[in-house]
């Protein structure tokens, strides 16, 4: 532990952490450190016991802990039953581990051995990987709603028809329709999707011109940003129906003192517009309204598993049975 023996061996004795539960293993990166971190870590012999309530500094030898417990069971297990409630009344629980932050690098090694995980300068975690048919190793980082997003097939479902009453109350400005609820050309609506999502990044659309005035066009942008220069649907006078699908940035919307996933659609010429949507793009899955999830309200995960195990599977396929 450090150069006075006799003191050693009785904080072993005392707080004693590792004692039995495994052998010291060359390969495995990293150390093992349990308890609070004190100022000055302690210095440990190899073979040598971590000791809780300071720093174990292995030095330049790597630390591991190995064993055979069953397939269902771990071999380490760290817990950290501390719990508080944030400002807002959530209650939020302390951090079993924390791997720190290497200062000096923002991603670690691709020659480090397969499996090991490590964090950049600015908290992105790494691992060290293998990918079937490629020689060789890689790092990937780990996938967050920080750096990361997903796309998240939704039912499709009509978010606007402005041809009926009924299908525009998710028009936030409907001062822009004329009587019959058409778009007045010129004008711009903005459409609530607060039904389908929390803090989109984009959303899958089909838009339709429905019984245009003229020849025109229609822009979908996010609600917000100042509308482009380009067009999403092209239309001639005199044509029923002009559909096209687009992938719209998100955008937010004031609704009184709140504030929503917006979209907007421009058109240049008086016409009625429908909107349908298919998926949305967010950095969670808890940004979306599970009631339009495939499947209701059961989790995406547990629906992919079950579709999963339904499937032939073909001879290379090495996923979950």
Same mark, same amino acid.
Request: zero cysteines; charged letters at 10%.
């Given at each position: ?35 609070? *971190? ?15 309530? =300071? ?5 330049? &030898? ?9 397939? %269902? ?8 039953? !501390?719990? +508080?409630? %944030? ?19 923002? +991603? ?48 499709? %479902? ?12 998710? /028009? ?5 329709? %004329?009587?019959?609820?058409? =778009? ?22 089909? /838009? ?14 996010? !609600? ?20 096209? #699908? ?5 955008? =937010? ?12 659609? #421009? ?9 349908? /949507?298919?998926? *949305?793009?967010?950095?969670? /899955? ?25 499937? &032939? ?9």
């Amino acid at each position: 532990m450090n150069d006075k023996a006799g003191d050693a061996e009785q904080n072993v004795n005392r707080r004693r952490v590792l004692k039995g539960a495994g052998v010291v293993a060359a390969g495995a990166a990293g150390a093992v450190v349990a308890g609070a *971190v004190a100022a000055t870590p302690a210095h440990a012999a190899a073979g040598g016991n971590a000791i809780l309530g =300071v720093a174990n500094d292995a030095g330049a &030898s790597p630390t591991g802990v190995t064993a055979a417990p069953t397939a %269902d069971r771990e071999t380490l297990e760290l817990a950290n039953t !501390t719990t +508080f409630n %944030d400002a807002n009344g959530v209650a939020r629980g302390g951090a079993p581990l924390r791997l720190v932050p290497n200062p000096n690098a923002d +991603f670690i090694s691709d020659s480090a051995p397969v499996g090991s995980v490590g964090v950049g300068r600015d908290g992105t975690m790494w691992t060290v990987v293998t990918v079937p048919g490629q020689p060789g190793q890689f790092r990937a980082f780990t996938f967050t709603d920080f750096n990361a997003n997903f796309l998240v097939a939704l039912n499709p %479902d009509r978010v606007i028809d402005t041809r009926g009453p009924g299908a525009r109350g998710r /028009i936030l400005n409907p001062q822009v329709l %004329d009587g019959i609820g058409r =778009v007045v050309g010129g004008n711009t609506i903005n459409i609530d999707l607060s039904d389908y999502t929390v803090g989109a990044t984009a959303v899958f659309v089909n /838009i339709t011109a429905v019984q245009p005035t003229g020849n025109g066009f229609l822009t979908a942008f996010a !609600t917000g940003s100042p509308q482009p220069p380009v067009s999403n649907v092209n239309y001639s006078g005199g044509q029923f129906a002009v559909p096209n #699908f687009a992938v719209v940035p998100g955008g =937010v919307a004031q609704v009184g003192a709140e504030f929503h996933d917006a979209i907007s659609v #421009f058109t240049a010429v008086t016409t009625h517009v429908i909107v349908d /949507i298919t998926a *949305v793009q967010v950095p969670s /899955i808890a940004q979306v309204n599970p009631a339009h999830l495939p499947g209701g309200a059961a989790a995406p995960n547990q629906l992919r598993a079950q579709a999963v195990r339904k499937l &032939s599977k073909p001879s290379w396929y090495k996923g979950q049975s």
